[in-house]
């Protein structure tokens, strides 16, 4: 067995917080049932943070740890300083959560300080180094511009967030609150997550579904990326106080109908008949494609004049097509980072040969369970149902972590003879 590396490719520290807040969150649901009606409340602000910045954001900012670099081939400027910074950034979501469920304007107000801080302070070495790498002569780097544009919108979004959280706990600016929700939510659910998600399936997508990249090409990558990124500008522009108009709008909508649906069918022809026999991932991937195009019908749908549907779009949007994404890559690449921690860089582990099959089912059936009924609780006009939603995704929580601890210690017994069943071996 390899030495096990003295500093992991993806800070586990930020993968663990993260999962706890995605467990929080079912807590949360269970907690406070949403209202039926248009707009959102505290509690209802309280989960979405919860997830978007809890869950989502923080994974997304340990990942990037190792994504930057290894999609560049390039070195990190002031690592130990994005790392760092991850600490006072989950330390501000805590706060902030805590001020939407209490409805504390101090903890709204010290929260936006600090998730701001981190950011900064994990954006300012991302950024230098993304800008540092310089492509050979003649060839093209839209992996840089890719990166500083989901860092771009995810420092603006952190911005106007800010903004809305100083509203809320009494600045005098409290008018912005009539205008400001939608755009932040375009920026950070769009620009930001979206778009990175977009991004780096182009390389996670191949090792999860057993594909040669030489094979199955992404055939609307660029179609992709191109259409989600005017159709969130475009969106925007409807959306800002002056120039709003429901043309625009659409225009935008449309564009991000055509990409999600070009997105789904590249996904799909990766995942049908995927090769790799591990399907538990697959099938998490598998169901992001069908919600990523619903959440776009969901948005048409508010468009169109169901201003009471936007519940469900942001919850079919971050704990469906975001949520389900992380949990899928988390079932192949994360546990595959759970065996190098352990025992070292060089091992060849498979996932499927560490995590226990009935937990990885029992995970998905009940999340996707709690996915699809809570978006259509939320259509219907049925919010104070979803506390049985939280129930739902909580087991499904539960068994994935059950999962990931087992895998955890399974990596840390076994012996140098693979010939050894894993499943024997104690576990204590």
Not at 74 to 97: D, K, N, T, Y
Not at 250 to 265: F, Q
């Amino acid at each position: 067995m390899s030495a096990p590396a003295s500093r992991p490719w993806i800070p586990p520290a930020a993968l663990i917080t993260g999962q706890l807040a995605h467990g929080a969150s079912w807590l949360l649901l269970m907690a406070f049932a949403w209202p039926s009606t248009p707009g959102l409340s505290m509690p209802g602000l309280a989960w979405i943070h919860a997830v978007a910045l809890g869950w989502l954001t923080l994974t997304a900012l340990g990942v990037m740890v190792h994504v930057i670099p290894g999609f560049l081939d390039i070195e990190w400027i002031a690592e130990g300083v994005a790392r760092w910074s991850l600490l006072p950034f989950a330390l501000g979501v805590l706060l902030l959560v805590a001020g939407f469920a209490l409805t504390a304007p101090i903890a709204l107000s010290g929260g936006a300080v600090l998730i701001l801080l981190g950011l900064l302070g994990f954006a300012g070495p991302a950024l230098a180094t993304v800008l540092s790498f310089k492509p050979p002569a003649g060839t093209k780097a839209p992996f840089r511009f890719s990166f500083t544009l989901v860092l771009g919108a995810l420092g603006v979004a952190a911005a106007l967030g800010a903004t809305m959280a100083w509203a809320l706990a009494g600045a005098p600016w409290g008018q912005v609150l009539g205008w400001l929700p939608p755009i932040h939510a375009v920026l950070a659910g769009g620009g930001w997550l979206t778009l990175l998600i977009i991004g780096v399936s182009t390389r996670t997508l191949f090792p999860v579904t057993g594909r040669r990249r030489a094979d199955h090409k992404l055939r609307f990558h660029v179609w992709v990326s191109s259409g989600l990124t005017l159709g969130f500008v475009l969106l925007l522009v409807g959306l800002l106080p002056g120039v709003a108009h429901p043309a625009w709008r659409w225009a935008g909508l449309a564009a991000l109908a055509i990409a999600a649906v070009l997105y789904a069918i590249d996904g799909a022809e990766l995942v049908i008949g995927a090769p790799n026999d591990h399907k538990p991932p697959i099938a998490f991937v598998s169901m992001t494609l069908i919600y990523l195009v619903a959440t776009v019908l969901i948005g048409l749908g508010v468009n169109a004049g169901h201003p009471e549907w936007q519940a469900a779009l942001a919850f079919v949007g971050l704990i469906g097509w975001m949520g389900q994404s992380v949990n899928g890559y988390l079932m192949h690449i994360g546990i595959r980072l759970l065996t190098t921690v352990v025992r070292g860089d060089d091992d060849e582990t498979r996932p499927g040969q560490l995590l226990v099959p009935w937990l990885s089912w029992t995970a998905f059936v009940a999340t996707q369970a709690a996915v699809v009924g809570g978006t259509a609780l939320l259509l219907l006009g049925l919010g104070h149902y979803l506390p049985w939603v939280g129930a739902c995704g909580l087991v499904g929580w539960v068994a994935l972590m059950v999962n990931v601890r087992m895998a955890y210690l399974k990596a840390r017994k076994w012996p140098q003879d693979p010939e050894i069943p894993l499943m024997v071996l104690p576990l204590s």
